[in-house]
């Protein structure tokens, strides 16, 4: 059984830093990541790692976000800088599978992040 807790998620100015965790227990496969989703829309990849570090991001957060895993205390995380407001969206930790084929398989229960102007 995969579980998968986020936290970090908060209110803050544009322009301002948050960083996401996600902690996770039992058998995560080899791909982890966030996701996001604002009401209405269709739940879109932020950011991945690979089981060997390997990262990817979406286009509209490059440069902007990290994402990180420490495999000793089983957390990954989204460090957010230079937040804009449309940023704003619940953010969902995900895991299992393949970054390049048969991911997500688990979902966390989300963490708000809103970015006020």
């Known amino acids: 059984q995969v579980q998968l807790v986020e936290s970090g998620g908060d209110s803050v100015q544009a322009g301002g830093s948050l960083r996401l965790s996600c902690v996770a227990s039992?058998?995560?496969?080899?791909?982890m990541g966030w996701f996001r989703q604002t009401p209405g829309k269709e739940r879109e990849g932020v950011a991945a790692?690979?089981?060997?570090?390997?990262?990817s991001l979406a286009g509209s957060v490059k440069g902007r976000f990290t994402i990180s895993k420490d495999n000793a205390k089983n957390t990954m995380y989204l460090q957010m800088n230079s937040l804009k407001p449309e940023d704003t969206a619940m953010y969902y930790c995900?895991?299992?599978?393949?970054?390049?084929?048969?991911?997500?398989?688990?979902w966390g229960q989300g963490t708000q992040v809103t970015v006020s102007s």
């Open positions: 995900a895991a299992g599978g393949y970054c390049s084929e048969g991911y997500p398989h688990y």
């Open positions: 790692i690979n089981s060997d570090g390997t990262t």
């Open positions: 039992g058998n995560t496969g080899n791909c």
